[in-house]
């Protein structure tokens, strides 16, 4: 039996705790027994979990799935599989910034119990933010399952929020400093296989007798580090926009910093004013 997993009503959402990592995505799990064609659609959850960012294994958890509608839900848990990052010259390449990893065969367990009669064959997959693929089979009483659980979201998007602070130095090293504790930074990621985002500065004042205005840096380019946790900016020269118009007058430079599912740090230059913008914050 073939088992292909594709995502209806998937949400996929990360957290991220003092050295540790977990992904989780909810969809449905289609079976398809290898001789005789016949499918079954399942809903099951999956669940990668890092348990050291610095280390690369992962352990994924399939919760409430059954292979036939006459089976009961089970949870099984794979655990320690060995991750390599796959990186590749071509962007928009489906795998590119992807975690892969390769298993000729993996016993999972069940409640902490290992079920040598579920072993996985050929357990291969990849994780990146650009969704999860798992494929590997199975041989359950007698039938062999081909099992795909897999989601590209590559025209899906992704956005998030976090409440900073900016302190801006005017003549930096000498000059006077100002700070806004009260600024929204959004960004918004429209396509997860192009590596740029909308960045949008919401209620900012570069010094205290200013209006709040609210910018955005459009199609900012950014990398992943390498355990694929942050994104990375480095970018020479971002004219910000107010509604359709640009304004050159607030152009940044040495436009740097890192966003991760529950912190923010940019920096920048604005050579109009001579001053020096540093902005440090978490998720709202």
């Known amino acids: 039996m073939a088992v292909s997993l594709l995502m209806?009503?998937?949400?996929?959402?990360s957290t991220e705790k003092n050295n540790s990592w977990?992904?989780?995505i909810s969809g449905d799990m289609v079976t398809t027994n290898k001789e005789s064609g016949v499918a079954y659609t399942d809903n099951a959850i999956v669940t990668v979990e890092m348990k050291d960012i610095t280390k690369?294994?992962?352990?994924i958890g399939i919760e409430g799935v059954k292979f036939v509608?006459?089976?009961p839900d089970v949870n099984f848990l794979v655990s320690d599989i060995q991750f390599k990052l796959y990186n590749s010259n071509d962007i928009n390449d489906p795998l590119y910034g992807s975690w892969v990893f390769n298993e000729k065969a993996i016993v999972p367990t069940v409640g902490g119990v290992p079920r040598e009669e579920y072993t996985m064959l050929n357990f291969v997959g990849s994780i990146s933010d650009h969704g999860v693929v798992i494929d590997f089979e199975v041989n359950f009483g007698g039938v062999i399952y081909h099992a795909t659980f897999g989601r590209n979201d590559a025209l899906q998007t992704w956005e998030a929020e976090y409440t900073a602070n900016a302190i801006v130095a005017i003549n930096p090293g000498e000059g006077s400093t100002s700070s806004?504790?009260?600024?929204?930074l959004s960004f918004f990621q429209a396509n997860l296989s192009k590596q740029v985002t909308n960045i949008t500065f919401k209620d900012f004042r570069f010094v205290p007798m200013m209006p709040e205005i609210t910018f955005t840096l459009a199609d900012v380019p950014f990398s992943f580090s390498e355990d694929g946790t942050q994104r990375m900016f480095n970018v020479a020269t971002?004219?910000?926009?107010i509604g359709e118009q640009k304004y050159e007058q607030y152009t940044m430079t040495n436009f740097t910093g890192t966003v991760s599912n529950n912190s923010v740090m940019l920096s920048c230059d604005?050579?109009?004013?001579?001053?020096?913008?540093t902005l440090t914050g978490s998720i709202k």
């Open 8 to 13: 209806v009503t998937a949400c996929l959402s």
């Open 22 to 24: 977990s992904k989780s």
């Open 56 to 59: 690369p294994y992962v352990n």
């Open 69 to 71: 509608p006459m089976m």
């Open 180 to 184: 806004d504790d009260e600024l929204t």
């Open 238 to 241: 971002i004219v910000p926009t």
């Open 270 to 277: 604005i050579a109009s004013m001579n001053a020096r913008v």
